[in-house]
C-alpha cells in the first residue's frame, strides 16, 4: 500500500503563511488530495488533483507537487484554520490517507 | 444541493454485522461512484471500498473477506455491511461521494461502538 507520511503538528500564528506536506512512498502523479477535518465534524475537501482548488475553499489555500512530495499552503493563516489537515491519494489502489497534521493557531 | 447522511445502529455487538445506510439527495447515484471510509482511534482514516456508477464494487484487501457495499438507486441509498465485528472496529464511518481525480465530498458520518 502507498504510506503517505504528514508531520504531526504545527503552531503558527495568524496572518503567516504554512506549509503542510505530505511525502508518498510511491509516486501518486497528480492524485492527491487534502482536507480539513475539525473536531467532530466530517472531513472537508480543500484541494483535489495536487493543484486544483475545491469550489467554494477561500485562495488563502492552494496545492502543489507530484509525484512522490506534495504541500498544501495556507497564507495568510487565520484563527478559524485550526483543524487537523489529511492528504490522501487516489492513484494507487488501495486508496491512502495520510495520518494528519494538527495545525494550532497561536 | 448534494447531501449524503449515513444512519447506522450506533452499538453494535463482537462478532455480529455491521449495517449503514447512506441516503443521499442532489445527485443520481448512476452518475457517480460512491465510498466508503472508516476512521478509527486505532487507524486513522481507512478506505472501505466503493460502488461504481454502474453498480459492480472494489474493496479494500484489508475488509475484503467481511465487506458487502449495495445500493437502491430508487431510493438514493447505498448500504454498507460488515460482518464479524471486533472491537477495533469501533470508530467513525462514512460515505463520501467521488468527484474529479478521485476526490470525496463526504457526508456527516456515523459513530459506530463495537461492545458487550
Known amino acids: 500500500d502507498t504510506v503517505l507520511t504528514q508531520s504531526p503538528a504545527l503552531a503558527v500564528s495568524p496572518g503567516e503563511r504554512v506549509t503542510i506536506s505530505c511525502r508518498a512512498s510511491?509516486?501518486?502523479?497528480?492524485?492527491m488530495h487534502w482536507y480539513q477535518q475539525k473536531p467532530g465534524q466530517q472531513p472537508k475537501l480543500l484541494i483535489y488533483?495536487?493543484?486544483n482548488l475545491e469550489s467554494g475553499v477561500p485562495a488563502r489555500f492552494s496545492g502543489s507537487g507530484s509525484g512522490t512530495d506534495f504541500t498544501l499552503t495556507i497564507d495568510p493563516v487565520e484563527a478559524d484554520d485550526t483543524a487537523t489537515y489529511f492528504c490522501?491519494?487516489?492513484?494507487?489502489?488501495?486508496?491512502?490517507f495520510g495520518s494528519g497534521t494538527k495545525l494550532e493557531i497561536k | 444541493q448534494v447531501q449524503l447522511k449515513e444512519t447506522g445502529p450506533g452499538l453494535v455487538q463482537p462478532t455480529q454485522t455491521l449495517s449503514i445506510t447512506c441516503t443521499v439527495s442532489?445527485?443520481?447515484?448512476?452518475?457517480?461512484?460512491m465510498q466508503w471510509v472508516r476512521q478509527t482511534p486505532g487507524k486513522g482514516l481507512e478506505w472501505m471500498g466503493f460502488?461504481?456508477?454502474?453498480?459492480?464494487?472494489e474493496y479494500n484487501s484489508e475488509f475484503k473477506s467481511r465487506l458487502s457495499i449495495s445500493r437502491d438507486t430508487s431510493k438514493n441509498q447505498v448500504f454498507l455491511k460488515m460482518n464479524s465485528l471486533k472491537t477495533e472496529d469501533t470508530g467513525v464511518y462514512y460515505c463520501?461521494?467521488?468527484?474529479?481525480?478521485?476526490?470525496?465530498?463526504w457526508g456527516q458520518g456515523v459513530m459506530v461502538t463495537v461492545s458487550s
Open positions: 442532489g445527485f443520481s447515484l448512476t452518475s457517480y461512484y
Open positions: 510511491e509516486s501518486v502523479s497528480t492524485g
Open positions: 488533483g495536487a493543484s
Open positions: 490522501q491519494q487516489s492513484w494507487n489502489d488501495p486508496f491512502t
Open positions: 463520501a461521494r467521488e468527484g474529479a481525480y478521485g476526490a470525496f465530498n
Open positions: 460502488i461504481r456508477s454502474g453498480g459492480s464494487t
